[in-house]
Structures are given as C-alpha cells and as structure tokens.
C-alpha cells in the first residue's frame, strides 16, 4: 500500500507509486478481486489520497486521476468488485486537520516561532477536513445505501492559502503575514513545490452534502480549534 508519508520533503518512491503506471493500484486491488467469492462485503470503501496536480488547472477535483479512473473505467480487478455486486465508494480525502502527526503538525513548529508564511501568492486553493468529519464521512458513506463512485471527503469551505495562513496564526495568536517566494520553495523542494505547495484544489463535497450528510467542522477556524484542542 501507500505506506510512505508524502509531506514537504519529495520521495521519489512515494511519487512513483501515486502517479505512476498502474502497479500501485493492482497491489491494492488484486487480494480485494481474489477473495471476493469468500469476503463477498456489501460495501468496499476505497480510500485515496487527494492529490493537488497542476496548477494550471484551476480549480478542479484535483484527486488521484489514475486510481479512480482505473477503478471506473475498466482494470479487471475492478470489473471483478463491481460485478459481484458490490458497492465501491471512492474516498477522496482533502488535507486532514487533527490531533497527532499529520500536515498541520509539520506547520505549527514554523508558526509558533511567528514564522508562519504563505506559499507564493498564497491564491491557491486548498481543500481541507476535519479528522472529526473524515471518521463521519467514512461511517456515513458505509452506511448509505444511494452512495457509490468517487466521493470528496472535503470540507464545504475550501480556503485559500492565504486565508488558512492567516487563520492558523489568528488561532495560535501569533502573526503570520510573511510570504515564501514560489521560485524559494521550488529551489528547496523541486517539482514537489509545484505539484503539492503551490498547486490549487477546490473540491467541493457535493455528493456528500446531497445524500444528508452535515459537517461538524465547516470552517477552517472550528477545524484548527478542535485539532489545537481549544
């Protein structure tokens, strides 16, 4: 499985296996098609990482194209779940907010020192959760009986980065109005600069919200206080 943590410093493995030519997925998937006939699971959730591509791209389900795509349109493993009758929900997962290691566990060093700074322009969209609601999503989408496909897990309150900077200082009460050059963080990060920092994703969580499902953190604000423990 994706067992490499994909955090500021670029791992050429881990990048291999998120976007590379399919091996990654069949390793996941081929056990699943394999013990079917015996597990036969009313629902299979899929979980994928949400993954920011290009900038370029605007806004977009900037998501894990190949795995999703590979699930919809015709791996054989695939075909194999969804012809034994089972229901394939794709978790698509935003930048988590919690308690414990994670992203913004990375930020708070920089932050708590007032050294908290937006990444470039800082106009970049960032699609984000709480830890809170990913465990209701993920409870909600196994108990939905309408729910299948591709399914953002995504707050319904993208920010920019910019605007999750400023909240994350106005939380910790620290300033944060420093900014990180685009062209620094490319010369320290390289390509994952651009396909992770400084890349835009604005995925908004509509199947979820169609289906019933309420948000108990739908602002960055009340996500960063109960990942902070305020």
Request: proline residues 6%; without cysteine.
């Amino acid at each position: 499985g994706f067992n490499e943590t994909i955090n500021f410093t670029f791992i050429p493995r881990a990048h291999a296996k998120l976007f590379g030519g399919g091996d990654a997925e069949r390793q996941l998937l081929n056990p699943i098609a394999a013990d079917l006939d015996a597990m036969r699971p009313s629902v299979l959730p899929s979980l994928l990482v949400a993954a920011q591509r290009n900038a370029a791209r605007g806004f977009a389900d900037m998501m894990l194209f190949e795995l999703g795509a590979q699930f919809d349109s015709g791996m054989p493993e695939a075909q194999k779940t969804v012809a034994a009758g089972i229901r394939v929900v794709h978790l698509r997962f935003g930048v988590v907010l919690g308690p414990g290691k994670g992203a913004l566990q990375q930020m708070l060093p920089m932050f708590r020192t007032g050294l908290g700074a937006k990444l470039g322009s800082g106009q970049q969209w960032m699609s984000w959760v709480g830890l809170e609601d990913v465990v209701g999503a993920i409870l909600f989408a196994l108990e939905s009986q309408t729910l299948s496909g591709p399914l953002n897990v995504t707050a319904p309150n993208p920010v920019t980065n910019a605007e999750f900077t400023r909240a994350l200082g106005r939380e910790l009460h620290r300033p944060a109005f420093l900014t990180a050059p685009g062209f620094a963080l490319r010369t320290m990060f390289g390509q994952m600069a651009d396909e992770a920092l400084l890349a835009s994703a604005r995925a908004l969580p509509g199947k979820l919200l169609g289906a019933g499902f309420r948000f108990t953190l739908p602002t960055v604000d009340k996500a960063l206080r109960a990942a902070l423990g305020r």
